[in-house]
């Protein structure tokens, strides 16, 4: 019968630590880019100009069609080199993290832009007659009038996608990047002591993820109450 043994989860607190701060780095890079450039592409895509409009639909199609672990695995490969190359960095340079967080942040920013142009497309389209009447540009009302009352909408789903982006962390261990899953897996690794530490990191995952669903539950009966 296998005896659990926690002793090895105290004293490696502190490296657990680095890859817990590692996993919420990429996270608020991520959500931060990909709402800025989702939302830019939510415009885009509900643009009646059809370049703009077909740019978008296609960089949307085409990260909702692959799978993450898959876009990581390309940036890891390719996203050092050109940096090396474009800013005339030492071979070997250590950038799996901005790696990382370009691939998070380009892959989000996908599923952000189909969160925010249905927030936009729950606004009542008679608000962009009204501005268009009080002689506003489309940016004004978008800015102004459109974006602030359709982000109030979606402020729930942005933090649900927050929560998703904060677990899927754990796949950058295919670049061998030392995020909270990739310090719990080389500590049990190390310690002989696997199933412990993932169990560990489980349950912080858990905790975590559980507390912010539950805030975001709060602030849906905030925006949306029954």
Same mark, same amino acid.
């Given at each position: 019968?296998?005896?659990?043994?926690?002793?090895?989860?105290?004293?490696? @607190?502190?490296?657990?630590?680095?890859?817990?701060?590692?996993?919420?780095?990429?996270?608020?890079? #991520?959500?931060?880019?990909?709402?800025?450039?989702?939302?830019?592409?939510?415009?885009?895509?509900?643009?009646?100009?059809?370049?703009?409009?077909?740019?978008?639909?296609?960089?949307?199609?085409?990260?909702? &069609?692959?799978? @993450?672990?898959?876009?990581?695995?390309?940036?890891?490969?390719?996203?050092?080199?050109?940096?090396?190359?474009?800013?005339?960095?030492?071979?070997?340079?250590?950038?799996?993290?901005?790696?990382?967080?370009?691939?998070?942040?380009?892959?989000?920013?996908?599923?952000?832009?189909?969160?925010?142009? #249905?927030?936009?497309?729950?606004?009542?389209?008679?608000?962009? &007659?009204?501005?268009?009447?009080?002689?506003?540009?489309?940016?004004?009302?978008?800015?102004?009038?459109?974006?602030?009352?359709?982000?109030?909408?979606?402020?729930?789903?942005? @933090?649900?996608? #927050?929560?998703?982006?904060?677990?899927?962390?754990?796949?950058?261990?295919?670049?061998?990047?030392?995020?909270?899953?990739?310090?719990?897996?080389?500590?049990?690794?190390?310690?002989?002591?696997?199933?412990?530490?993932?169990?560990?990191?489980?349950?912080?995952?858990?905790?975590?993820?559980?507390?912010?669903?539950?805030?975001?539950?709060? @602030?849906?009966?905030?925006?949306?109450? #029954?």
């Amino acid at each position: 019968m296998y005896e659990f043994d926690w002793s090895s989860i105290p004293g490696s @607190l502190p490296f657990l630590w680095d890859g817990m701060k590692i996993s919420l780095e990429i996270t608020l890079t #991520a959500v931060i880019f990909g709402i800025v450039w989702g939302t830019l592409l939510a415009m885009m895509r509900l643009s009646s100009v059809k370049p703009l409009s077909l740019f978008a639909a296609g960089y949307v199609n085409f990260f909702r &069609a692959v799978p @993450l672990v898959m876009v990581l695995l390309w940036f890891f490969l390719i996203v050092p080199k050109f940096i090396e190359q474009l800013f005339n960095l030492p071979p070997g340079t250590d950038l799996r993290l901005t790696s990382a967080m370009i691939g998070f942040a380009l892959f989000e920013s996908a599923y952000y832009s189909e969160i925010i142009r #249905a927030g936009i497309q729950s606004v009542p389209k008679g608000q962009m &007659a009204a501005c268009y009447a009080l002689g506003m540009t489309y940016g004004q009302a978008m800015r102004l009038v459109v974006l602030p009352q359709a982000f109030r909408n979606m402020v729930p789903l942005l @933090l649900t996608q #927050a929560i998703i982006l904060f677990q899927d962390t754990s796949l950058v261990y295919v670049s061998a990047l030392a995020d909270f899953f990739g310090a719990a897996y080389k500590v049990g690794d190390r310690d002989g002591r696997l199933v412990e530490l993932l169990l560990f990191a489980g349950l912080v995952y858990f905790v975590i993820c559980f507390a912010a669903s539950t805030l975001v539950k709060r @602030l849906q009966k905030k925006y949306h109450p #029954a």
